[in-house]
Each structure stands twice: as C-alpha cells, then as structure tokens.
C-alpha cells in the first residue's frame, strides 16, 4: 500500500501524521495543504507577534503559495494541476478574502475550472488563512 501514498520532498512537511497524498485507483487525495514552505515555519505573507499570534497576513500571497506546494504535490504524486477536479477551500475570512482568492482562483483556473467548495471556518492548525482539500486525477 506505501505506493500509494506521496510525500513530496518539495512541500511543506505535514503538521499531523498524513501524507501529503493517497491514490484510490485514479483517483488522488490531497491532505489539507496550506501556504507553509518547506523546511521553515515560516508562512508567507504572514507577520506574527512574539506569541505567534497573526498581526497582519496577505491572502493574494497565502493563495499563490498554496497554489503552488498543491502543483508540487501533484506533480510529485504522478498528477498535475490541469488534472485537479474537486477542491474545498478553507477560508478564515470569508468576507475580506474571497474576492481575492476568487480573482486568483480565475487566473489559475482560468480554462476548465475543476468544482469548488469554499467554507469559512473560525480557525485552522497553523497560523494561516487558507487551506486547500484537492482530488484530482491520475493516469
């Protein structure tokens, strides 16, 4: 069963016992993934306090990282972004920050736009303001 299971050497280590991905047939499950950077607890365009409290973030920048560690993810797992078909956005802000995550999400999926869940939530594990649950297809 480990060869269904990816962890990419290129995103950002999980928070949790997970792997980054699971293939079902041809089908391919992404853990929740967020804006992080590998190797670093750093989140970008996020500023924290001393007590690691948000005091400022960026979702234009939040959304372009977690864009790009789901391609490194799929593309590590065999897939690719032009293959992704379901994702359930996580949103800490609905109000302020989906008219940004929508203007991108256009930019991104700009020609055959996979289905889309997107779902405010009061908080998510690490300091961030978005997270991504993605399905997508294998060969």
């Known amino acids: 069963m480990s060869a269904d299971i990816t962890h990419s050497s290129r995103a950002p280590e999980p928070v949790g016992l997970y792997p980054h991905a699971r293939r079902v047939g041809n089908l391919l499950f ?5 804006p992080r950077q590998r190797g670093t607890k750093a989140i970008p365009g996020v500023t924290l ?15 372009r990282s977690v864009f790009e ?5 799929l593309e590590d797992a065999g897939s690719s972004w032009d293959r992704i078909v379901d994702v359930t956005v996580f949103l800490t802000n609905m109000k302020a ?8 999400w256009a930019q991104y999926f700009a020609v055959n736009p996979p289905c889309r869940t997107t779902l405010e ?4 594990p690490t300091p961030i303001a ?5 399905i997508a297809t294998l060969d």
């Open 121 to 124: 939530i009061n908080c998510l």
């Open 69 to 73: 560690n789901v391609r490194l993810i």
């Open 97 to 104: 920050d989906f008219p940004t995550y929508n203007r991108l």
């Open 30 to 34: 992404l853990s929740g993934v967020g």
């Open 130 to 134: 978005i997270e991504l649950k993605v």
């Open 49 to 63: 306090d001393d007590a690691g409290q948000i005091l400022a973030y960026d979702i234009e920048v939040q959304t």
